[in-house]
């Protein structure tokens, strides 16, 4: 996997930046894209058929077989990642043409900060998350202000839809992810937001006990995101509960995330708690840390660059060369209408 020996997590560490604001004294770590493997695809039946094997053989067996590397992959928290099977409909929306993030990368190449900051903490920490029942608040400026169980959520919309996307961090990494949801806008209709609502506040579960990460304030807790109302209703924009045709596994944000695909990835907020619809722009996590760094928009954007990092190229998890990073993340002829008029290097 990703982690282990100490050399290599000793790697990481020294890549770890870290940095002051202008306020001073708040550390903010985003990683260099330099730990990004570049090893075999692993297609998903090879990877369902290790886990199975895995399973069956046991961590003693499995570990006496293969020794240190099979004993590191298998952990309890792994093993509990088996997903439901979901029913879904194939869309058009979905990206063409483009071949698929092996499922092994896209669960244990995470960030998300509630289970520590490397790469491969997520997968390894976030196993004891309880993600049913699992209630969301949705509330502000709505008619039908109410919590719902994800299932009552999921059914604001006649059913689940696949929807490949391109998943583009700022560190310079990209994705391509079967996902397994609705659309957001479908959730909003049926709330009625009213008319001074301009915005779509996001929030995810604050729980120290069962978010080891929150108990480090590495960043501000809990994690919070936004979108502007055209934004939140756009087509494209989806609630996510699950991936390659399986309920999310906890370190992908169980039981319910946003994707918003032409924007950087940590727009997409996980394990979410409470929908708020408000007159004025929301806090967003990123830009709370680092207002010069991290805007609200946060367009995937190859001509504006990140102080630390160029945006012009990204290394596609699984391939050697690095990419060139296209316009909103290659949705411009979907999405562009939504800024015109808009400086998008003020707007960041
Ligand atoms: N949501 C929460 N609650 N906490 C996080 O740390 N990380 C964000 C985003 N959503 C994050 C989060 C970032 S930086 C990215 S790139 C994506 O999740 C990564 O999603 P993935 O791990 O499923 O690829």
């Known amino acids: 996997m990703h982690g282990g020996t100490d050399r290599e997590s000793n790697r990481r560490r020294r890549d770890i930046r870290q940095l002051k604001t202008a306020k001073g004294g708040i550390r903010v770590l985003i990683k260099k894209s330099a730990d990004i493997?570049?090893?075999?695809?692993?297609?998903?039946?090879?990877?369902?058929?290790?886990?199975?094997?895995?399973?069956?053989?046991?961590?003693?067996?499995?570990?006496?077989?293969?020794?240190?590397?099979?004993?590191?992959l298998i952990t309890p928290e792994l093993l509990a990642q088996a997903g439901t099977r979901l029913e879904y409909t194939r869309s058009d929306l979905s990206t063409q043409g483009e071949k698929l993030t092996p499922l092994d990368d896209i669960t244990t190449y995470n960030n998300f900060y509630e289970f520590g900051t490397d790469k491969e903490d997520p997968s390894r920490n976030a196993g004891g998350l309880k993600t049913a029942p699992w209630t969301i608040t949705i509330e502000g400026l709505v008619k039908r202000r109410a919590s719902f169980d994800v299932d009552s959520i999921v059914k604001m919309h006649p059913s689940l839809e696949e929807r490949i996307y391109r998943l583009r961090c700022v560190e310079a990494w990209s994705m391509v992810i079967p996902w397994v949801g609705i659309p957001l806008s479908s959730v909003i209709k049926t709330v009625e937001p009213a008319s001074k609502a301009r915005f779509v506040a996001f929030e995810t579960l604050y729980d120290p006990k069962q978010m080891p990460g929150q108990r480090r304030s590495v960043l501000q807790w809990p994690y919070v995101e936004g979108l502007r109302m055209d934004e939140a209703m756009h087509p494209l924009t989806i609630l996510a509960v699950g991936l390659y045709g399986e309920s999310l596994p906890n370190q992908d944000g169980a039981p319910i995330r946003l994707v918003v695909p032409w924007k950087y990835g940590f727009k997409s907020i996980k394990s979410i708690v409470k929908i708020k619809f408000v007159e004025k722009q929301p806090p967003t996590t990123w830009n709370i840390m680092a207002p010069q760094e991290y805007g609200f928009y946060s367009n995937v954007n190859p001509e504006v660059d990140h102080p630390r990092w160029s945006q012009a190229k990204e290394r596609r998890i699984g391939e050697f060369f690095k990419r060139s990073t296209l316009m909103f993340n290659g949705y411009g002829d979907q999405v562009a209408g939504l800024y015109a008029g808009m400086d998008l290097r003020k707007n960041f």
């Open 37 to 72: 493997r570049s090893n075999e695809i692993t297609p998903k039946e090879v990877y369902l058929n290790r886990r199975r094997f895995m399973a069956a053989a046991g961590t003693a067996g499995a570990a006496l077989v293969a020794g240190k590397y099979l004993r590191n």
